[in-house]
């Protein structure tokens, strides 16, 4: 039996950005079923999954952990999650308008295993397309944003979005917290995986103890962006989101290119270097690049990249709708996914031989470590046994020396003397 739509998340996150297009498809008539994995490392994300499923079915939402026996004709990720689901395409979805971390999400290995590709940014789509079919989807996490007037007496509000991990900025900013509240109203809201990771939860605390109001991985973004008079954030996908919004934004990070992938540079690297985004790695110079971020100059320029590069359809999932419908009926270009096939099936040919070369390379080092270490173990025991033999050796030379002394000394002579007359020897 084959179904329309099979799709995958995992948080909150990957959810609103693609379920508006799912609602729409299934209010058309097409079958969606959606899954998430059973268990998740204990680390921290078997409690986002759970808490993601109970969200899910608490809106009367039914969501699978095992493969159903069916073929589905349209797989929705993304990213790889391998949960034996059978489909005949294979399409990623965005839920980050753009990546601020190209070396974490640009493999080469995962990308040709789409059949498309669903961008939000004209730039992605531009440079995704070489390892699949790219196509323009609205961001559907949130309608316009309409900015609320704060009041003139009050202070301006700063969002500070910071990332997860060694690339996060909460610790760099940690002691300036009181800085920023004495001229900014702080309201913060944490990456999922600081949300929810074990290893995360001093940082968490930090945000919490620092920000004038606080909020989690499940709180939607809209309103708080609508609320912001600036945002500050870090190597985080956050970064696009208030580009995207036109608020203005700061970046404060300690190596703005750290994510880079080869040499092909973070995006945010190369709005500093044009001058479209401030940025620091100095908690110094904090308040100076956040007040830097709402003059003229920088807002100016950040609205411009947006406008060229972000892309703003009225009808958010029209063109994510038609995509998907399309492989659903096998309305596609079928030459250029014959030809996409065949460069998929030869890369994982030759990458397949290739890992059984690395394979048996990493068989051999091991090999050849092994023997280095037995070869350790025999020079130690070679070394310890010519210690011994030292120690053999001086004690026979103190041996020779004592029978030496024996020899030369009166008694022997006397007893030598007495076994000679004994024996006839003398007289």
Same mark, same amino acid.
């Given at each position: 039996?084959?179904?329309?739509?099979?799709?995958?998340?995992?948080?909150y996150?990957?959810y609103?950005?693609?379920?508006?297009?799912?609602?729409?498809?299934?209010?058309?008539g097409?079958?969606?079923?959606?899954y998430?994995?059973?268990? !998740?490392?204990?680390?921290?994300?078997?409690i986002?999954?759970?808490?993601?499923?109970?969200m899910? &079915?608490?809106?009367?939402?039914?969501i699978?952990?095992?493969?159903?026996?069916?073929? $589905?004709?349209?797989?929705?990720?993304? $990213?790889?999650?391998e949960?034996?689901? &059978?489909?005949?395409?294979?399409?990623?979805?965005?839920?980050?308008?753009?990546?601020?971390?190209?070396?974490?999400?640009?493999?080469? &290995?995962?990308?040709l295993?789409y059949?498309?590709?669903?961008?939000?940014?004209k730039?992605?789509?531009?440079?995704?397309?070489?390892?699949?079919k790219?196509?323009?989807?609205?961001?559907?996490k949130?309608?316009?944003?309409?900015?609320?007037?704060n009041?003139?007496?009050?202070?301006?509000?700063?969002?500070?979005?910071?990332?997860?991990?060694?690339?996060?900025?909460?610790?760099?900013?940690?002691?300036?917290f009181?800085?920023?509240?004495?001229k900014?109203?702080?309201?913060?809201?944490?990456h999922?995986?600081t949300?929810?990771?074990?290893?995360?939860?001093?940082?968490?605390?930090?945000?919490?103890?620092?920000?004038?109001e606080?909020?989690n991985?499940?709180?939607?973004?809209?309103?708080?962006?609508?609320?912001?008079?600036?945002?500050?954030?870090?190597?985080? !996908?956050?970064?696009?989101e208030?580009?995207?919004t036109?608020?203005?934004?700061?970046?404060?990070a300690?190596?703005?290119?750290k994510?880079?992938y080869?040499?092909?540079?973070?995006?945010?690297?190369?709005l500093?270097?044009k001058?479209?985004?401030?940025?620091?790695?100095?908690?110094?110079?904090?308040?100076?690049?956040v007040?830097?971020?709402?003059?003229?100059?920088?807002y100016?320029?950040?609205?411009?990249?947006?406008k060229e590069?972000?892309?703003?359809?009225?009808?958010k999932?029209?063109?994510?709708?038609?995509?998907?419908i399309n492989?659903?009926?096998?309305?596609?270009?079928?030459?250029?996914?014959?030809?996409?096939?065949?460069?998929?099936?030869?890369?994982?040919?030759?990458?397949?031989?290739?890992?059984s070369?690395?394979?048996?390379?990493?068989?051999?080092?091991d090999?050849?470590?092994?023997?280095?270490l037995?070869?350790?173990?025999?020079?130690?025991e070679?070394?310890?046994?010519?210690?011994?033999?030292?120690?053999?050796?001086?004690?026979?030379?103190?041996?020779?020396?004592?029978?030496?002394?024996?020899?030369?000394?009166?008694? $022997?002579?006397?007893?030598?003397?007495? $076994?000679?007359?004994k024996n006839?020897?003398?007289?």
């Amino acid at each position: 039996m084959k179904k329309d739509v099979a799709v995958v998340f995992l948080n909150y996150i990957q959810y609103v950005s693609i379920v508006p297009t799912l609602e729409k498809l299934t209010s058309m008539g097409y079958k969606v079923d959606y899954y998430c994995l059973k268990d !998740g490392d204990p680390i921290g994300f078997d409690i986002m999954f759970n808490d993601f499923k109970r969200m899910l &079915r608490e809106k009367q939402i039914k969501i699978y952990e095992k493969a159903l026996k069916c073929e $589905y004709k349209v797989l929705l990720e993304p $990213y790889p999650i391998e949960m034996g689901i &059978r489909y005949k395409y294979r399409i990623k979805y965005a839920y980050s308008l753009l990546s601020a971390k190209p070396n974490k999400v640009y493999f080469v &290995r995962n990308l040709l295993l789409y059949d498309a590709i669903l961008c939000f940014s004209k730039c992605s789509a531009n440079y995704l397309s070489v390892f699949s079919k790219t196509f323009l989807m609205g961001n559907q996490k949130y309608g316009d944003i309409y900015r609320k007037k704060n009041n003139k007496n009050s202070k301006k509000v700063l969002l500070y979005l910071p990332t997860y991990g060694e690339e996060s900025s909460i610790n760099l900013i940690a002691k300036e917290f009181l800085k920023l509240k004495e001229k900014y109203y702080v309201i913060s809201k944490v990456h999922h995986c600081t949300t929810y990771l074990k290893n995360e939860k001093e940082q968490l605390q930090k945000v919490k103890d620092g920000s004038d109001e606080f909020y989690n991985t499940n709180e939607d973004l809209g309103p708080l962006l609508s609320r912001a008079d600036v945002v500050l954030t870090d190597n985080s !996908g956050a970064i696009f989101e208030a580009l995207y919004t036109n608020t203005p934004i700061a970046i404060i990070a300690d190596d703005i290119n750290k994510n880079k992938y080869y040499n092909f540079n973070t995006t945010q690297y190369e709005l500093v270097q044009k001058g479209i985004i401030p940025y620091t790695n100095n908690p110094d110079d904090l308040l100076k690049i956040v007040a830097a971020a709402m003059s003229s100059k920088y807002y100016e320029a950040q609205k411009k990249w947006n406008k060229e590069n972000f892309y703003h359809p009225k009808d958010k999932t029209k063109d994510s709708v038609s995509v998907i419908i399309n492989y659903i009926n096998d309305n596609i270009d079928e030459r250029y996914q014959a030809m996409h096939d065949i460069l998929k099936n030869e890369y994982y040919l030759y990458k397949d031989s290739y890992d059984s070369l690395e394979i048996k390379e990493k068989e051999y080092n091991d090999k050849i470590e092994s023997l280095k270490l037995d070869n350790d173990k025999i020079q130690i025991e070679n070394n310890h046994l010519k210690e011994q033999l030292e120690i053999y050796k001086l004690d026979n030379d103190n041996l020779k020396e004592q029978l030496n002394y024996y020899k030369t000394g009166k008694l $022997y002579k006397i007893a030598n003397k007495i $076994y000679r007359i004994k024996n006839g020897e003398e007289k």
